[in-house]
């Protein structure tokens, strides 16, 4: 079935350390986001890509970097991990960044301590 | 940035009649998207609005005023399975698609 895949779909890591969240679409879609999800916050888009080779900020990037490689992938990467991106993050894509439907990705939980 | 505003809970009855409104100020307007997101799911898409006027989708339609910077999500004859969050999101000018923080809808028998 097409869509989006995300792993690992769950994982508690140790402040400090690095941690890389793939995500993979089938799709051919051009565009591709990160948010994470945080109760009474809703989704906040962490970083984005308009088409493979391009990445742009969201409003929370700090502490996260991204890659856009080709177009099938988006992996989110934690350099150091801290508490506080503890979190349900979410990978999403559209078919293009003017167009409809953004399909989302099943999360990965993560919990740092 | 972005700042979309919608309620942050609503209760309503089966079979009732639910409006959801959102309000957002932008950097340019590229569309305005309403998602159901279930407890511990991912959002599933529901409707986009990029003109102004109203979307019919079943029993869900949605309204979009350009120039007040204002939508709203219409759920018809509601049903325990339509208990759920319920996301507004703007894309702005430069194409980055930003989430109010939603609205939980419980719909009591």
């Known amino acids: 079935i097409a869509g989006i895949t995300q792993a690992p779909t769950s994982q508690i890591l140790a402040a400090g350390r690095r941690m890389t969240l793939r995500c993979t679409q089938d799709m051919r879609h051009n565009a591709m986001y990160w948010y994470r999800q945080d109760l009474g916050l809703g989704l906040r888009l962490i970083h984005y890509?308009?088409?493979?080779?391009?990445?742009g900020k969201g409003e929370v990037p700090d502490g996260y970097s991204v890659s856009r490689a080709n177009t099938d992938d988006f992996p989110l990467t934690l350099a150091s991990a801290v508490p506080s991106q503890t979190s349900v993050y979410f990978c999403?894509?559209?078919?293009?960044?003017?167009?409809?439907?953004?399909?989302f990705g099943e999360g990965s939980r993560l919990t740092v301590l | 940035g972005q700042n979309i505003d919608q309620p942050t809970e609503m209760t309503a009855t089966e079979g009732a009649i639910v409006q959801i409104n959102c309000t957002y100020q932008t950097s340019g307007f590229n569309g305005l998207f309403w998602y159901q997101q279930h407890a511990g799911e991912a959002p599933t898409f529901l409707s986009y609005?990029?003109?102004?006027g109203l979307e019919e989708k079943g029993r869900f339609s949605s309204f979009l005023s350009r120039s007040k910077g204002y939508s709203y999500l219409l759920l018809k004859e509601l049903q325990m399975k339509d208990s759920a969050s319920y996301l507004c999101?703007?894309?702005?000018?430069?194409?980055?698609?930003?989430f109010g923080a939603g609205t939980t809808v419980t719909v009591r028998a």
């Open positions: 999403a894509s559209m078919r293009g960044p003017d167009t409809g439907e953004l399909f």
């Open positions: 890509s308009n088409t493979a080779g391009t990445t």
């Open positions: 999101a703007v894309r702005d000018g430069d194409y980055k698609l930003s």
């Open positions: 609005n990029v003109l102004d």
